[in-house]
C-alpha cells in the first residue's frame, strides 16, 4: 500500500494480510479451514475472522518471569486476532517455507509455545492457526500440520484450543481487488 512493492516474506505477507483484513478487502467467507488431518472441516474463515475484534502483526509474546522468557521471548506469532473483551483470541502462524520451528526443544517447538500462551491467557475460545501453502500441506508427510496437532492435545487437554489449517491460495483468491465496487 505505501511502496507498491510486493511482498517478499513471512512478515510482509503477514503485515499485507493484517491491512486486507482491517480494509475489509478480504472475503473470509471464501477461504475453508482445515482441520489438522488436512481434511475440510465445516467452517470458513469467516467463522473466526470475520468478528469484529483488533489484529495486530507480529505481535510479541509478553512475560513476567525469567522462565516465561525463556518459553516467550523472541517468539512472535505473525498474526494476533483478539475481540475487545477478550473473549477469543487467534493466533496465526504464516509459514512459506521449511523454516525452524524448533520442534524439538522441550516446549514443543514454535506451535507448543503458542498453545502454551494461549492455554494459560485465560481467555475461553483460542485457535491456533497455521497459514500455509497447499503444497506443503498436500505432501507425505505434510510439514506443520502433525507438529500443530501434537502442540495443540500436549497443552490443551480440555479440547478448547483449537487449531486450524488456512491455505495461502484460499487467502489469495479471497482478496477483493481495488475499486470493485462495494468495497
Known amino acids: 500500500p505505501i511502496t507498491g512493492l510486493p511482498p517478499h516474506d513471512e512478515v510482509t ?3 499485507l494480510l493484517c491491512v486486507y483484513h482491517q480494509a475489509g478487502r478480504l472475503q473470509w467467507s471464501k477461504v475453508p479451514l482445515r482441520l489438522t488431518t488436512r481434511e475440510l472441516s465445516s467452517l470458513t474463515a469467516d467463522a473466526l475472522f470475520g468478528r469484529p475484534g483488533l489484529i495486530c502483526s507480529e505481535y510479541p509474546l509478553f512475560y513476567r518471569t525469567d522462565e516465561e522468557l525463556k ?3 523472541g517468539m512472535k506469532p505473525d498474526l494476533l486476532l483478539v475481540d475487545h473483551q477478550r473473549r477469543w483470541a487467534i493466533f496465526v502462524e504464516a509459514k512459506i517455507g521449511a523454516g525452524e520451528t524448533h520442534k524439538k526443544d522441550s516446549f514443543g517447538g514454535q506451535f ?3 498453545a502454551m ?3 494459560e491467557s485465560g481467555i475461553q475460545e483460542t485457535y491456533l492457526i497455521v497459514l500455509t501453502s497447499a503444497a506443503f500441506i498436500e505432501r507425505n508427510p505434510p510439514w506443520y500440520v502433525n507438529e500443530l496437532r501434537s502442540a495443540v492435545s500436549r497443552y490443551s487437554t480440555d479440547g478448547r484450543l483449537k487449531a486450524f489449517v488456512v491455505m495461502w491460495e484460499d487467502v489469495i483468491k479471497a482478496i477483493v481487488p481495488q475499486g470493485v465496487p462495494g468495497t
Open 13 to 15: 505477507l503477514s503485515a
Open 112 to 114: 507448543g509455545r503458542y
Open 117 to 119: 500462551v494461549l492455554t
Open 71 to 73: 518459553a516467550r521471548g
